[in-house]
């Protein structure tokens, strides 16, 4: 985590403050003071922000969160790589310099099994990009995409998984099979099979 995190845990307690939810305290667990962990369990709320989606993964591996979250009776709230990292079997797409060309890069993981759900995050930005002079849609994510499934979505866009019940809300749209699919306009939601 960089000082962006602690930036951030800030915001989040601002905006939890802003809703009128009561907060006692906000704890940042990264690489400095990971002990944190072993209170997962007097915790209410988890966030799982973003990063390098591997380099999470890693860490969360370290951590022992997916075991940790064994019997937790609270809410997890996760985006970008943290989102991506809840699945189970997490589809980590190249995103630095180099990752896509790489033979030896992995692009599946296993991750925390919170969810089927295979995110792809940033959508809107992320859809015209170049890497490594591949382009990240038609190049790399479609031709990963044969054979599994990919929600994209923009910024702004979320799902809500409540036990069985899987909502999408937002601009959204399935990647399957090399294909992309509307599933989703924004403004609207659609519960997910």
Not at 55 to 79: D, H, P
Not at 146 to 175: Q, R
């Amino acid at each position: 985590m960089t000082p962006h995190g602690r930036k951030s845990a800030a915001r989040n307690r601002r905006g939890f403050d802003s809703r009128r939810l009561k907060v006692s305290s906000v704890e940042m667990c990264d690489g400095r003071d990971s002990d944190i962990i072993e209170k997962i369990h007097e915790t209410d709320v988890i966030i799982l922000t973003g990063g390098h989606v591997p380099t999470q993964n890693l860490f969360l591996k370290r951590l022992r969160l997916k075991e940790r979250l064994s019997g937790f009776k609270g809410i997890v709230l996760a985006w970008s790589a943290g989102a991506m990292n809840c699945a189970k079997n997490v589809y980590a797409g190249p995103e630095l310099e180099g990752e896509a060309v790489d033979p030896e890069y992995k692009r599946w993981i296993e991750g925390l099994g919170i969810t089927d759900i295979n995110i792809f995050p940033h959508y809107q930005a992320l859809r015209d990009t170049y890497l490594d002079g591949l382009r990240m849609m038609e190049d790399i994510t479609l031709p990963d995409s044969v054979g599994h499934e990919f929600i994209a979505l923009n910024d702004g866009s979320y799902i809500i998984i409540d036990g069985e019940n899987k909502t999408v809300y937002g601009e959204a749209y399935l990647i399957k099979d090399g294909n992309i699919y509307e599933l989703c306009r924004d403004n609207e939601a659609v519960s997910l099979r």
